[in-house]
């Protein structure tokens, strides 16, 4: 058995424990865990800030009884999530301590040490790498044999026999593991080692010379053998010895050449010695020597006329050959000889040319010219793209409902990303300078119906500096380069009907509207920037005097050529000369410039070609109504409500006013927009207005382990926008990562709205660049969702905040954010949904996808994990315990290739916290049904091997009884999705089970809405990687929608649509933005070469059970109604509705995939992705409803990988 072998159970100990008193071998002088008597804990989990104790029994076997150490070694293989946290050391049977490892990668630049995953190394004195020298990119972070941090010679001389201990202590929060394995070398005696000449002569240009290092005795291990050179040749007269020498594992020598230099003096020598040490004994013989001799075969090269190289052709070094001549491989010129030398010629060389074979030399040349010649052609096609766009990386483009039964309803009080009246690009950074930094924002139009929209750029400071008018005709796309706009001065071109009769400036598409608006006649196309306007509008957005502004200033000047600020887009109904701050762009009803038209749909993307980094996410989509008390009352809060007198003239929701934002340190920038709720005009340069610094009612920084820091006094966010970087000197946080919360809401003064006038609304969003495992920042950045937990409608004022609230009017507890049932928000929800997932199950390089899980609040919650194949068949579930503002890494790699998922545990399995640590706000109670559950133990072999079946559409045995779940794609990646259910006990039930759902949440699963995360799918080979939040699930009991008998409900099919899940649904058709082939001098260039990927979850009319191998299940491919592909000019193309798109449940579709059949260069899909009309299976209000999710990514050059990938839904 192998020294790696995994212990399983008690069975397995106790048959190794047998096993091992049989007569011992001769050469057994290696213990492992497991296979030696009375081993413990040879598989231990290993949690966060636990230490845990693996031991193994030595007895003489083979050794004299008597005998004492002479050497040790050590092999580990460890699987951990963060290396950097373990502490590694042995423990002889004396109590004698031998320290392995210490925090690797530990230091003042990496306080938390290697950020890497998994160990497998050999400890030995006898290696020349010390263990904390590595941390590899690639897993394992650290593998080889590597030198023990104190020595283990410090053992020789004790006794051999007793039990042997393996100490593993993990030394900081996040990051958990296991033992894999673990060995002990215990050699009875030392091997001898010994050199000698294997090839005694080396020839200059010719043969080499070559020592062997053999060890005498187990061949087990790699063995590290140090030697000196000496000799009369000098060290110019031969390629470098580095005096080290390692003989393999299962070897009994290795050897090492010594090759001559073309200046090497003839008739000297090279010795090698063997040097002592402390893993072997120096042997007899313990020297050899190689002499270097001159090459005696003529002046090397055959020359026209010779068969072998016989010297010059004035026959200076005449003569036949020697035998041990080198093979020739040059010639100057001519015909070589064709056929072999005389057989009593005494010729060792080879002829060249005729029929003869040119060797493996040749062969070798061969490649390597084909090589360079490759290597030229790829340099030379580097002038043929943009050189900074060199990996690959992902880039996302927002999806959203474009059918449906009904017009969109605006849903107020939430930030859900569906059509909506105003657009809000938080952030934009420009380079007006040397740099080419730019930020690309997209407008698009959600319905046929035109639309004219305002385009205002503001300041850091809210101060409005610019802005345009953009018109759209029905479905009309339009991205804008604000580098174009602030260095060239190019404005998008657009124009309505009556200033572009011939439809060639803004074209009309066959379903699409084209219109006149009279007012824009001399202001559409708008013309470009003149130079002056150019340089104020520069001075404006850096913090300069601008004369347009009458020499005053906007924003804070950082010292550089940054443009920074922020824009907004409002739909309007005449090419107005106003902005939203000024009298007369609002009018209660739409009746100002500004209408309430819920059509915008929008993204922006972050492009910096001097780290060749790109970053993308959805636009703030702010809906209108003015039929809703929370946005037409007098009083209450509305987003432009500052430039309104807070009449609610604007009609618009406001956004949230406390967010949670996961961070981790040194790697995330925090971006914060912040309503400073005054009308900012220009100010005296220098001389900051009087409403700046900007207040909070509090920042606080959660670790994953729940210690909080208090940031309050010193929060960085005093403008309306800022962008810090997490552990850096405005944000001192030392933690990990973890999650920040911050409120904006301030003193009343200057005061909000009379209905709560502290409140301050906000936007936040995370930038994230993981660090390689080195610990250095690589240019991989994801933006990781902030969730906003309120709603300025009803800011919430407590810190931390609280799951709910009083509502002193009413006189009943509500949520802190009311619940908007039926668009797909980011909110606290009780069920969420991973859409799909990918998994390497062999490569752990490979894909693999992550999950982040976190408790929005204080009260502690259970969660019920269940797998799911991509046919929608649920494999495999766990509980997942989370504290107060805990949070959870579900990572699937460790699941499907290791057993292993994160170590959590309710108070009554962790009373002292060491599991799932209480924080200073959390709550930790008991939940006794998950006693025996927590921490999850480990899956068997069988078990991993069953779950890797039923997810790559192979037969399972265990689960299934040798039929097939999932559907077959002929690799070994494993996919499917995931849900996530607040539960009230360690349920063993899946969401199809009788009683997993009870009305009111009666049954396992509760209707908390406390959760929140997010997931990426992740492929280090490749360095592509695509990120999103997760599909955020609300639950209630009162809403009608969630709670009628018949209605649809996100789990409805398994409770009968009886709606006793109370989940919302989800919407049923979706429109995305693709890129198929565009060219490389587009806007969007960058990605010419990279092609569109969609994500897709769909609703089965059925609950499925397994099914033949081979088959496929009833109902399958899943039909829908209808696809639609538009162009950029919003030209149509209506595609088949029996393709086989999207046909399972959950999948990741190209648009090269046939069944899209890409007609386009770019454009974007919108897909109702309903089943169709006279369909059957879902809910009795609608059969054929089907609910869905759909985003998309696309893929582009660049260096590094970026992750972003984001859904929008109308309905």
């Not at 373990?86 to 290697?114: F, I, Q, T, Y």
Request: glycine fraction near 10%.
């Amino acid at each position: 058995m192998s020294r790696f072998t995994f212990a399983r159970s008690a069975l397995a100990v106790a048959v190794a424990a047998v096993a091992a008193f049989a007569p011992a071998r001769a050469s057994a002088q290696t213990y492992s865990c497991g296979e030696s008597p009375l081993s413990t804990n040879c598989d231990a989990l290993v949690p966060d800030n636990q230490t845990v104790t693996s031991s193994l029994t030595v007895t003489p076997g083979a050794c004299d009884p008597q005998a004492t150490v002479v050497a040790t070694g050590v092999h580990l293989k460890l699987s951990h999530q963060w290396v950097g946290d373990l502490k590694v050391s042995l423990v002889h049977p004396d109590g004698a301590e031998v320290l392995l490892m210490m925090r690797p990668g530990l230091d003042a630049g990496h306080p938390h040490g290697c950020a890497s995953e998994d160990l497998d190394v050999h400890f030995s004195d006898g290696a020349t790498t010390p263990s904390a020298s590595q941390c590899n990119e690639k897993y394992p972070a650290i593998s080889g044999t590597l030198l023990p941090l104190n020595p283990l010679f410090t053992l020789n001389g004790k006794g051999r026999n007793g039990t042997w201990s393996l100490r593993v202590s993990d030394g900081a929060g996040y990051g958990s593991g296991a033992i894999d394995s673990w060995a002990l070398d215990l050699p009875c005696t030392l091997p001898l080692v010994t050199a000698s000449a294997s090839q005694a002569t080396a020839v200059v240009g010719g043969q080499r010379g070559q020592f062997t290092f053999a060890r005498s005795g187990e061949t087990t291990g790699a063995l590290t053998v140090k030697y000196t050179v000496s000799g009369t040749a000098p060290a110019s007269a031969y390629a470098p010895l580095d005096g080290i020498i390692t003989i393999p594992d299962g070897a009994a020598s290795a050897t090492v050449d010594v090759i001559p230099t073309k200046d090497a003096p003839p008739d000297t020598t090279v010795i090698a010695t063997v040097a002592p040490g402390v893993v072997y004994a120096v042997g007899s013989p313990s020297a050899a020597t190689v002499t270097i001799v001159a090459n005696a075969c003529g002046d090397g090269k055959v020359d026209p006329g010779e068969q072998c190289d016989e010297g010059d052709k004035n026959g200076s070094a005449g003569g036949k050959c020697a035998k041990d001549c080198t093979l020739v491989n040059e010639s100057d010129g001519g015909t070589a000889g064709s056929s072999g030398p005389p057989a009593d010629s005494g010729c060792g060389c080879k002829v060249r040319g005729g029929s003869q074979s040119a060797g493996v030399f040749g062969i070798v040349l061969g490649v390597v010219a084909f090589v360079g010649l490759t290597l030229r052609r790829r340099r030379a096609g580097k002038k043929m793209t943009k050189g900074s766009w060199t990996k690959l990386l992902a880039l996302p483009f927002g999806a959203s409902a474009l059918f449906a039964a009904r017009p969109a309803e605006a849903a107020i009080g939430t930030l859900d990303n569906v059509p909506a009246a105003t657009l809000l690009y938080p952030y934009f950074e420009v380079d007006t300078g040397a740099g080419k930094n730019d930020t690309i924002i997209t407008v698009q139009n959600s319905s046929a119906s035109a639309a004219l929209t305002n385009v205002t750029i503001w300041s850091e400071m809210g101060v409005p500096v610019h802005h345009f008018h953009v018109y759209l005709t029905g479905y009309d796309v339009q991205s804008i380069s604000l580098r174009e706009l602030f260095v060239n001065g190019k404005v998008p071109q657009t124009a309505t009907a009556g200033q572009d009769p011939a439809n060639t400036i803004s074209p009309q598409g066959p379903t699409s509207q084209d219109i006149n608006f009279a007012s824009c006649t001399g202001v559409l196309p708008t013309a470009n920037l003149a130079a002056a306007a150019i340089a104020d509008l520069k001075a404006a957005l850096t913090g300069k005097s601008s004369a347009t502004l009458g020499n005053k200033c906007a924003g804070p000047d950082h010292g550089d050529t940054i443009a920074r600020g922020y824009v907004t887009v409002d739909t309007v109904n005449n090419c107005t000369s106003r902005v939203p701050s000024m009298t007369g762009y609002f009018g209660a009803g739409g009746t100002g410039d500004a209408t309430n038209q819920n059509y915008l749909l929008g993204d922006f993307f972050f492009i910096d070609t001097a780290t060749s980094h790109v970053q993308a996410q959805p636009a703030v989509h702010i809906e209108a109504s003015a039929s809703d008390a929370r946005t037409s009352t007098v009083g209450r809060y509305t987003f432009y409500g500052r430039y309104v007198g807070w009449n609610a003239a604007d009609n618009r929701e406001p956004l949230s006013t406390v967010w949670e934002i996961p961070f981790t340190t040194q790697e995330t920038d925090v971006v914060v927009w912040r309503d400073s709720r005054v009308s900012q005009e220009a100010f005296t340069c220098g001389t900051p207005p009087s409403s700046y610094p900007l207040g909070s009612e509090g920042l606080l920084a959660f670790d994953m382990q729940e210690a909080v820091t208090e940031l309050s006094a010193t929060q960085p966010f005093k403008t309306d926008l800022t962008r810090v970087r997490v552990g850096g000197g405005a944000l001192p946080v030392t933690s990990k990562n973890g999650t920040l919360v911050f409120s904006s809401n301030m003193a009343p003064s200057p005061g909000g709205p009379a209905f709560d006038p502290a409140a301050a609304q906000s936007y936040a969003m995370a930038i994230h660049y993981p660090g390689l495992k080195s610990g250095t920042l690589s240019k991989f950045g994801t933006n990781l969702a902030a969730v906003g937990v309120d709603s300025a409608t009803r800011a919430h004022h407590s810190m931390p905040p609280h799951e709910g609230v009083w509502d002193v009017a009413n006189n009943v507890y509500v949520p802190t954010k009311a619940l908007a049932i039926g668009v797909s928000d980011v909110a606290p929800a009780a069920t969420l949904l991973a859409p799909h997932f990918e998994v390497d199950t062999v490569d752990p390089s490979g894909v693999n996808t992550q999950i982040r899980l976190v408790n929005l609040f204080a009260s502690a919650l259970l969660v019920h994990v269940t797998l799911w194949t991509d046919y929608g068949i649920p494999t495999h579930r766990f509980n997942v315990y989370l504290t107060g503002f805990d949070s959870s890494l579900v990572d699937l790699r460790w699941l499907f290739q290791k057993g292993l998922v994160d170590l959590t545990a309710s108070a009554g399995q962790d009373p002292t916290g060491g599991i799932s640590p209480r924080g200073d706000y959390s709550q930790d109670i008991n939940f006794a049904s998950c006693t025996g559950q927590l921490p999850p133990a480990r899956l068997s072999a069988a078990a991993i091997a069953d779950l890797v079946s039923v997810h790559t559409g192979k037969a399972s045995p265990v689960r299934f009884g040798g039929k097939c779940a999932g559907a077959p794609h002929g690799d070994a990646i494993a996919r499917g999705y995931v849900t996530f259910d607040t539960v009230n006990n360690c349920t063993q039930r899946v969401p199809g089970d009788v009683g997993y759902f009870g009305n009111g949440g009666s049954g396992d699963a509760t209707n908390q809405n406390n959760l929140s995360g997010t997931y990426t799918i992740i492929d280090r080979n490749q360095k592509v990687s695509v990120a999103d939040t997760l599909v955020h699930v609300q639950a209630s009991s009162t809403d009608s929608a969630t709670t009628t008998p018949g209605r649809p409900t996100f789990y409805g099919k398994f409770v009968s649509w009886n709606a006793s899940d109370n989940r919302e649904p989800l919407g049923t058709a979706w429109q995305a933005r693709f890129i198929n082939n565009v060219a490389p001098t587009s806007l969007f260039g960058a990605f010419a070469d990279g092609k569109t990927n969609f994500v897709v979850w769909r609703e089965s009319p059925a609950v499925l059970s397994a099914f033949t191998c081979g088959s496929v299940p009833t109902g399958f491919p899943l039909p829908l109604r209808e696809i639609l592909q538009f162009d950029e000019q919003e030209q149509v193309t209506a595609l088949g509705t029996n393709l086989g798109t999207f046909p399972l449940v959950s999948q990741r579709v190209a648009i090269t995939d046939p069944s899209l059949a890409a007609v386009y260069a770019s454009g974007f899909i919108s897909a109702d992705l309903r089943a169709p009309v006279d369909a059957v299976g879902g809910p009795p209000s609608d059969p054929s409803r089907r609910g869905s999710f759909m985003a998309a990514t696309h893929y582009a050059k660049a260096a590094g990988y970026q992750v972003l990938l984001g859904g929008l839904q109308v309905q």
